[in-house]
C-alpha cells in the first residue's frame, strides 16, 4: 500500500468501538451536552422509545451548543413530530420486504442485488426510511450469509453487490473479509458496492486494516457514503474519505433532502463542494422516503425541483446530483423532472 495512503492515520482516533460504547441514547443527556432546554424537543422521550436515539460523540462535536434548530441536531434528535400518524407514510416505503428471494437479500434491480449484512448503525438518523425494518428476521449475517451467496451463485446476471443495513462498516474486519472473499470467489460478480455512513458519522473506523480488508480482492470497489450537510464534512471527515480514494475506491455520496436542514441551493452548492475537496462525487439527491414518522421533513417535489435548476445555474454538471425518488414496485430510481 503506498505510504500516502497510510499518512496521517493517528490523525483519526483508532478507538472507534470504543467510540460506539460511548454513544449517546438518552435524549435528555444529549440535551444537556448541547446546553438545550427539553421544551424546545417535547416528546423527545416518547419518540425515542419507539425508535432509540443514538449518536456518537464525533458526530455531537459537531453541533453548535445551544441552537435547537442546528441543521445536524435535527436530523438525529428524536421529536414528538414522529408520533403524528400519516396516512400516506408507511412501515416499508420503498417495498423492501417484497423484495426478498431470500430473507436479507433484495433483487430489485436488473444485475444487482442488496444484502442486509446488520441492523446496526453508528447513528439513528430520524428520517430513516428503514426505521421500522424487522432486522431480526431479515439480515443475511444471521445463518453467515450462506442462503444469500447461494441466489447470488446461481444467477449469473448478478455482476454487482451492495452491501446496505443498518451499516455494513459496523461489522468487524474479519466479518467483511469473510464476506469479501465469498463473494469474490463468485466469478460473474465484478463490483462490490458498499452504502455507509460511517465515515461521515464516525470516521476513526476508517482504519489502515479497514482498508486493507475492502481492496484484498478482484472486485472492483464503490463505497456510496451519505452526507446531507456540509458542516458534517470537517478535517476528519475529508481524511477519512481521501484515504478511501487514494486506495483505489470510488467515492460518491447521496443525500436525502430534508425541509429546514438542507433545502436551500446555497447549502446543497457548498455541500457539492465539500465533498468534491473530499474526492466524493455527488450522485444523488433522494426525495424523502415516506416512511411513518418522518413526514415532518417531507419537501414538495417542485421545490426541489427549482432547487436542482438553482444548483444546475451555479455549479458545473459533475457537482449537480441527480434529483431521484424511489417508488415500491419500480425497476429503478425515477428521476424527477420538472414537467
Request: contains cysteine.
Given at each position: 500500500?503506498?505510504?500516502?495512503?497510510?499518512?496521517?492515520?493517528?490523525?483519526?482516533?483508532?478507538?472507534?468501538?470504543?467510540?460506539?460504547?460511548?454513544a449517546?441514547?438518552?435524549?435528555?443527556?444529549?440535551?444537556?451536552?448541547?446546553?438545550?432546554?427539553?421544551?424546545?424537543?417535547?416528546?423527545?422521550?416518547?419518540?425515542?422509545?419507539?425508535?432509540?436515539?443514538?449518536?456518537?460523540?464525533a458526530?455531537i462535536?459537531?453541533?453548535?451548543?445551544?441552537?435547537?434548530?442546528?441543521?445536524?441536531?435535527?436530523?438525529?434528535m428524536?421529536?414528538?413530530?414522529?408520533?403524528?400518524?400519516?396516512?400516506?407514510?408507511?412501515?416499508?416505503?420503498?417495498?423492501?420486504?417484497?423484495?426478498?428471494?431470500?430473507?436479507?437479500?433484495?433483487?430489485?434491480?436488473?444485475?444487482?442485488?442488496?444484502?442486509?449484512?446488520?441492523?446496526?448503525?453508528?447513528?439513528?438518523?430520524?428520517?430513516?426510511?428503514?426505521?421500522?425494518?424487522?432486522?431480526?428476521?431479515?439480515?443475511?449475517?444471521?445463518?453467515?450469509?450462506?442462503?444469500?451467496?447461494?441466489?447470488?451463485?446461481?444467477?449469473?446476471?448478478?455482476?454487482?453487490?451492495?452491501?446496505?443495513?443498518?451499516?455494513?462498516?459496523?461489522?468487524?474486519?474479519?466479518?467483511?473479509?469473510?464476506?469479501?472473499?465469498?463473494?469474490?470467489?463468485?466469478?460473474?460478480?465484478?463490483?462490490?458496492?458498499?452504502?455507509?455512513?460511517?465515515?461521515?458519522?464516525?470516521?476513526?473506523?476508517?482504519?489502515?486494516?479497514?482498508?486493507?480488508?475492502?481492496?484484498?480482492?478482484?472486485?472492483?470497489?464503490?463505497?456510496?457514503?451519505?452526507?446531507?450537510?456540509?458542516?458534517e464534512?470537517?478535517?476528519?471527515?475529508?481524511?477519512?474519505?481521501?484515504?478511501?480514494?487514494?486506495?483505489?475506491?470510488?467515492?460518491?455520496?447521496?443525500?436525502?433532502?430534508?425541509?429546514?436542514?438542507?433545502?436551500?441551493?446555497?447549502?446543497?452548492?457548498d455541500?457539492?463542494?465539500?465533498?468534491?475537496?473530499?474526492?466524493?462525487?455527488p450522485?444523488?439527491?433522494?426525495?424523502?422516503d415516506?416512511?411513518q414518522?418522518?413526514?415532518?421533513?417531507?419537501v414538495?417535489?417542485?421545490?426541489?425541483?427549482?432547487?436542482?435548476?438553482?444548483?444546475?445555474n451555479?455549479?458545473?454538471?459533475?457537482?449537480?446530483?441527480?434529483?431521484?425518488?424511489?417508488?415500491?414496485?419500480?425497476?429503478?430510481k425515477?428521476?424527477?423532472?420538472?414537467?
Amino acid at each position: 500500500m503506498p505510504k500516502s495512503i497510510l499518512q496521517n492515520f493517528n490523525s483519526i482516533k483508532p478507538d472507534w468501538q470504543q467510540q460506539l460504547a460511548q454513544a449517546i441514547t438518552d435524549p435528555l443527556e444529549l440535551l444537556q451536552l448541547l446546553k438545550l432546554d427539553i421544551d424546545d424537543f417535547p416528546f423527545c422521550q416518547q419518540a425515542s422509545e419507539q425508535f432509540q436515539l443514538k449518536l456518537p460523540r464525533a458526530y455531537i462535536n459537531k453541533i453548535e451548543l445551544g441552537n435547537p434548530n442546528d441543521p445536524l441536531l435535527r436530523q438525529v434528535m428524536a421529536t414528538g413530530a414522529e408520533l403524528t400518524i400519516n396516512n400516506h407514510y408507511c412501515s416499508d416505503p420503498v417495498g423492501d420486504l417484497a423484495s426478498m428471494p431470500v430473507p436479507g437479500l433484495l433483487h430489485k434491480y436488473q444485475g444487482r442485488v442488496l444484502l442486509i449484512t446488520t441492523g446496526a448503525c453508528a447513528i439513528h438518523c430520524r428520517y430513516c426510511f428503514r426505521r421500522h425494518f424487522p432486522y431480526s428476521d431479515n439480515h443475511s449475517s444471521k445463518n453467515q450469509w450462506h442462503d444469500s451467496l447461494q441466489y447470488i451463485q446461481q444467477h449469473s446476471d448478478i455482476l454487482e453487490v451492495i452491501l446496505s443495513g443498518g451499516d455494513p462498516l459496523m461489522l468487524s474486519d474479519s466479518k467483511l473479509e469473510q464476506l469479501i472473499h465469498q463473494l469474490d470467489a463468485i466469478s460473474h460478480v465484478k463490483t462490490l458496492r458498499i452504502h455507509t455512513r460511517i465515515p461521515i458519522t464516525l470516521p476513526a473506523r476508517i482504519t489502515e486494516e479497514l482498508i486493507i480488508t475492502l481492496t484484498s480482492s478482484r472486485l472492483q470497489v464503490c463505497v456510496v457514503v451519505h452526507a446531507n450537510h456540509p458542516n458534517e464534512i470537517t478535517v476528519e471527515e475529508q481524511l477519512a474519505l481521501k484515504r478511501l480514494h487514494q486506495a483505489g475506491i470510488h467515492l460518491l455520496n447521496q443525500s436525502v433532502l430534508l425541509k429546514d436542514i438542507n433545502d436551500c441551493s446555497v447549502i446543497l452548492s457548498d455541500l457539492s463542494q465539500s465533498l468534491f475537496s473530499s474526492a466524493t462525487l455527488p450522485y444523488y439527491l433522494h426525495l424523502l422516503d415516506p416512511v411513518q414518522g418522518a413526514s415532518h421533513f417531507h419537501v414538495d417535489e417542485q421545490q426541489a425541483i427549482k432547487l436542482i435548476e438553482e444548483l444546475r445555474n451555479t455549479l458545473p454538471g459533475y457537482l449537480v446530483p441527480k434529483l431521484v425518488k424511489e417508488t415500491a414496485g419500480k425497476k429503478s430510481k425515477l428521476p424527477v423532472f420538472r414537467l
